[in-house]
């Protein structure tokens, strides 16, 4: 069973930074684009930030020049470093990733559980 486990998130002041980090496990023959979502109260998800396995990074304009994506292709993991947080990130980030089971013929999306991040003033 392929699965994302989500670390990092937590309250945080406006200003400061956090780190949020992902690890894909289980039978996974490949994994394509990895990356980060993150959900308003009352909001559809929205992408914050996603990475090729090639490495190329595009991120929404919001938080351009102070969240930075990573990946490590060895480890299946990702993450999404975030500074000069404001008030307005405050949001629950999802992890998710195009991942192609062994097994399968497809890549299929997963999604971790979730984390909050709350960015106080």
């Known amino acids: 069973q392929v699965q994302l486990v989500e670390s990092g998130g937590g309250l945080v002041q406006a200003g400061g930074s956090l780190r949020l980090s992902c690890a894909a496990s289980?039978?996974?023959?490949?994994?394509?684009?990895m990356g980060w979502y993150r959900q308003f109260p009352g909001k559809q998800r929205e992408l914050v930030a996603r990475?090729?396995?090639?490495?190329?990074?595009n991120y929404v304009d919001s938080v351009k020049g102070r969240f930075t994506i990573s990946r490590d292709n060895a480890k299946n993991t990702v993450s999404l470093q975030m500074s000069s947080l404001k008030t307005e990130d405050t949001a629950v980030y999802y992890c998710?990733?195009?991942?192609?089971?062994?097994?399968?013929?497809?890549?299929?999306?997963?999604w971790g559980q979730g984390t909050q991040v709350t960015v106080s003033s």
């Open positions: 990475i090729t396995s090639g490495g190329s990074a």
């Open positions: 289980g039978r996974i023959l490949s994994i394509n684009v």
């Open positions: 998710y990733a195009e991942i192609r089971p062994w097994g399968d013929f497809y890549y299929r999306d997963y």
